[in-house]
């Protein structure tokens, strides 16, 4: 597994990341974004990238102040850490780590609620479709040195 990253104003992977994104969309109807705001939102933020054998599996597309615009692993990798080593490369970098997730995705609300984020509130119609959402925030203490760990593994 080889880790890369985007700065911002950087956008090197933007077309591989496109279409994880899209696969997924395709495959579990999420990641909804349209492929402007999707392109100017990787563009503005810091994008974690992992690759194995040069094929992007996983990333995290991050704000300048910990929110996490997108998390994307493709199907095919999951169960291997990626989205954990992810977030813990966010948690190192950001005092404050927080994101969207639909009220109706349980896979990705389970992840969150796994790892120690907690909802803050729920937001109706959040998402463009008209979907809802909840505002999650990374818990404080031991998760977060506990994911530090994990990337330094």
Request: net charge positive; glycine share 8%.
């Amino acid at each position: 597994m080889e880790k890369r990253t985007d700065p911002p104003g950087h956008a090197d992977h933007v077309t591989e990341a496109w279409k994880l994104k899209e696969r997924i969309r395709r495959e579990e109807g999420v990641l909804r974004q349209r492929r402007g705001f999707f392109t100017d939102a990787y563009r503005r933020s810091t994008t974690h990238l992992l690759f194995e054998d040069r094929r992007l599996v996983a990333f995290a597309s991050v704000r300048r102040d910990g929110y996490i615009l997108f998390l994307a692993v493709a199907p095919d990798c999951r169960g291997r850490g990626y989205a954990e080593r992810l977030i813990a490369d966010v948690a190192e970098d950001h005092r404050s780590v927080t994101c969207h997730a639909r009220t109706t995705n349980d896979p990705a609300l389970g992840f969150y609620e796994h790892l120690g984020f907690e909802v803050k509130r729920r937001i109706d119609s959040y998402y463009e479709d008209g979907g809802d959402a909840f505002y999650l925030k990374l818990g404080e203490g031991s998760l977060r040195e506990r994911l530090s760990e994990f990337v330094r593994r």
